[in-house]
């Protein structure tokens, strides 16, 4: 009854100003209505999480034109379109972390960027790709981005038209492959190549020379302990890394260490 007799009272009040001040009601009525139109449209937005993506391309997939009761009810949907994108591994949408009066029109778009891990060629086209074997943009397309000269070129893949499967299998392995053996080694990898039955060539940075190790099921010694002897050989053989032209770790308990031809023996290989 007290809210009726309020908004009874409010009208009459309203009554009497447009009735005796005509222009100063439409200056109110204008004022009200340009308050409640901001209050409804206007929105400010905090974008977080964006390393390899910018503001702009992520405001490309934003609702903007649409009102902030329509952005509270359907925090969801934003969330599905974002996450459509190539870089998107998740997004989230929220009220901005402030004081309730503040927080109505102000939300924080939260963004998990894929990690993207490597760079390999498919068709004749190459591609990023993440941990996962997700596929992200063209390579042409990550000189803008701040990833350029850090991802792990990989080789030997299958054909993605013929298997998908097959490849994503593939470079979920050598996800795997890397983070084992960097650990061990303790060096960037640069290049992997997969050579068949298992077996896979690895190119660290900063040694003129590749490693190949044993993997698959049929690999008798784990990775990780592959990894231990690679690190061991490369410590013995340190001053003589332009004498290596392979190390070869894909045997049951033995690593061979394949030294490039010296003039004598080119010499001599040449002579017989």
């Known amino acids: 009854m007290r809210a009726l007799i309020t908004v009874l009272t409010s009208l009459s009040v309203a009554t009497l100003l447009a009735v005796d001040n005509p222009q100063g009601f439409r200056e109110v009525l204008e004022s009200v209505s340009t308050r409640a139109a901001h209050l409804w449209n206007d929105k400010e937005l905090r974008i977080d999480g964006l390393q390899a993506l910018s503001r702009a391309e992520v405001e490309k997939l934003l609702p903007l034109n649409r009102s902030v009761p329509w952005w509270h009810l359907n925090a969801t949907e934003i969330q599905a379109k974002?996450?459509?994108?190539?870089?998107?591994?998740?997004?989230?949408?929220?009220?901005?972390?402030?004081?309730?009066?503040?927080?109505?029109?102000?939300?924080?778009?939260?963004?998990?960027?894929?990690?993207?891990?490597?760079?390999?060629?498919?068709?004749?086209?190459?591609?990023v790709i993440d941990r996962e074997g997700s596929f992200l943009v063209p390579q042409?397309?990550?000189?803008?981005?701040?990833?350029?000269?850090?991802?792990?070129?990989?080789?030997?893949?299958?054909?993605?038209?013929?298997?998908?499967?097959?490849?994503?299998?593939?470079?979920?392995?050598?996800?795997?492959?890397?983070?084992?053996?960097?650990?061990?080694?303790?060096?960037?990898?640069?290049?992997?190549?997969?050579l068949g039955q298992g077996d896979f060539a690895v190119s660290f940075e900063g040694l003129p020379f590749p490693v190949v190790f044993a993997g698959g099921r049929d690999a008798k010694i784990p990775l990780a302990e592959q990894g231990v002897r690679c690190a061991a050989l490369l410590k013995q053989l340190k001053t003589r890394f332009s004498d290596v032209a392979k190390i070869d770790l894909a045997f049951d308990r033995v690593g061979v260490v394949q030294f490039r031809p010296t003039p004598a023996s080119e010499k001599v290989s040449a002579a017989g």
């Open 140 to 194: 042409p397309e990550l000189e803008s981005r701040q990833f350029a000269g850090k991802l792990i070129s990989v080789k030997g893949l299958a054909a993605t038209a013929n298997s998908p499967d097959l490849v994503r299998a593939q470079l979920s392995a050598a996800a795997v492959v890397c983070n084992t053996i960097e650990k061990e080694v303790a060096k960037p990898i640069r290049e992997l190549e997969f």
């Open 82 to 127: 974002l996450s459509q994108m190539s870089w998107v591994q998740e997004a989230k949408v929220e009220s901005c972390p402030d004081s309730w009066g503040s927080r109505w029109g102000c939300f924080v778009v939260r963004i998990k960027e894929r990690q993207p891990m490597f760079l390999a060629t498919f068709e004749g086209n190459p591609w």
